[in-house]
């Protein structure tokens, strides 16, 4: 054998048909070819293809893609440049006349990415014929599958989004006097806006089809807007008055009486006993019957108190919780003043129990409009809990390759007589028959 400069061979026009950067042919030309005795002749060009391959973002970052190289004579038909396989030998017959090698390419030399797996490398020769030539054109597709290594993205942007899928649930869970639910929603709102403007970047630009974790975060984005909403509606049901708004009684009888048992919910026991003043004693002094009652500051009620004469109750000190009721049994020689005077006293103390009555039935419905925005929270957190975990589950789980027990190639185990490069197996395997 003898190596001279492959610009003193022939060489055929062996081109890459979805070539993506212009050079349809190999330019680093100074290498040498090695001619054998028989004829056979090897050349080994270094080169670097670059080529398009359409890409499928559906199921990003748990996506494969089938990738494809088309390498063919340009000018010559299959009568002048008959394009094999090194291994043809071993090749599968077709029905419809092409050839196919399953392992089509020699791995030997692959560095292993950090980002893919390389699940096949096929070979298929096809020969086609054109309505306007009745020759044969013949050429040899390498079809690569590919399959993405998700580790990365699921750390640095699926962990991330789940978590901020999470804090859209605790916003239900958060009490709605603390004051910060609506800034909790707008601060995922606007997290989950970063993660689209990042996502931007990582995904090749595409409209033919939303990637996964975009659906995934447009399902989060809508909870999240949902949920926004939905707190503005729970705080104006917990901040409702009885001047503002009525309670129906189906709402006091399914949020306050019958749900919260259900949602693990037990309302703290209230004091039913309303303000009223009770029955006392009745005596006389110096001719006046005189009852005395006090207020009882844990329960809301008035209670009998001891009884004590005219003098003694002019005497007592006017921060003691007295509340005097005196009533007039019988006429007795008072002056119209001090009856007057009496009857006024009467008069404010119904008026402050009164109040009081009415100042406890308000604070009970405003406790009660409370209550039942923690009940609709509540249904709220389960619901939105079940839409969290099935959305999830359904997002991330669709992808097929989590089905597929395809195995990535091992180049170490992957060995195959004879071959160096794509380049060299159709080199070597081609026969020339040049017709002059």
């Not at 004829?39 to 973002?57: L, T």
């Not at 859209?168 to 993660?195: D, H, M, N, Q, R």
């Not at 975060?217 to 729970?234: E, G, K, P, R």
């Not at 129906?248 to 303000?275: A, G, T």
Request: aromatic residues 12%; hydrophobic residues 40%.
């Amino acid at each position: 054998m003898i190596h001279i400069p492959s610009d003193d061979l022939w060489r055929p026009d062996i081109v890459l048909y979805n070539n993506a950067d212009g050079d349809f042919v190999i330019t680093m030309t100074a290498t040498k070819a090695t001619v054998y005795y028989d004829g056979r002749i090897s050349w080994e060009p270094p080169a670097i293809y670059k080529y398009s391959c359409e890409i499928d973002v559906e199921y990003f970052p748990f996506d494969e893609q089938n990738c494809r190289m088309k390498l063919g004579s340009w000018t010559y038909d299959g009568n002048e440049v008959d394009l094999l396989h090194f291994c043809h030998e071993q090749g599968i017959n077709n029905s419809d006349g092409d050839v196919t090698n399953l392992m089509g390419i020699d791995l030997k030399g692959y560095q292993q990415s950090v980002e893919w797996d390389i699940l096949a490398v096929t070979a298929v020769r096809k020969v086609k014929k054109y309505p306007c030539c009745p020759e044969p054109y013949p050429d040899i597709t390498f079809y690569i599958r590919l399959r993405r290594k998700p580790l990365f993205y699921t750390l640095n942007l699926i962990a991330p989004c789940v978590s901020i899928s999470m804090l859209t649930v605790l916003v239900f869970y958060l009490p709605s006097v603390s004051g910060e639910k609506i800034t909790l929603s707008i601060s995922v709102l606007l997290a989950l806006t970063v993660f689209f403007l990042l996502l931007s970047d990582i995904i090749p630009p595409t409209s033919l089809v939303m990637p996964l974790i975009g659906k995934y975060l447009m399902f989060t984005m809508l909870m999240v807007t949902a949920s926004l909403f939905l707190t503005i509606y729970v705080l104006n049901i917990n901040y409702r008055k009885p001047t503002t708004h009525v309670m129906s009684d189906w709402v006091r009888y399914y949020l306050l009486e019958r749900l919260p048992p259900y949602l693990c919910m037990r309302r703290p026991e209230i004091n039913k006993h309303p303000l009223e003043i009770g029955k006392v004693a009745v005596r006389t002094v110096n001719g006046m019957e005189v009852r005395e009652l006090t207020l009882d500051s844990r329960t809301g009620t008035l209670s009998r108190g001891e009884v004590h004469t005219y003098e003694n109750m002019q005497n007592r000190h006017p921060t003691e919780e007295l509340a005097p009721e005196c009533l007039l049994q019988k006429p007795v020689p008072f002056a119209n003043k001090e009856i007057k005077i009496v009857k006024d006293i009467v008069e404010n103390i119904k008026y402050i129990a009164n109040h009081m009555r009415e100042s406890n039935a308000d604070e009970q419905v405003i406790r009660d409009w409370a209550y039942v925005a923690m009940v609709v929270d509540r249904i709220l957190l389960y619901l939105f809990s079940l839409a969290v975990a099935i959305g999830t589950m359904s997002c991330f789980m669709a992808p097929p390759v989590h089905y597929d027990n395809a195995v990535a190639l091992d180049p170490a185990l992957f060995y195959l007589p004879g071959f160096i490069s794509i380049y060299l197996s159709i080199y070597l395997s081609i026969y020339l028959s040049i017709y002059l």
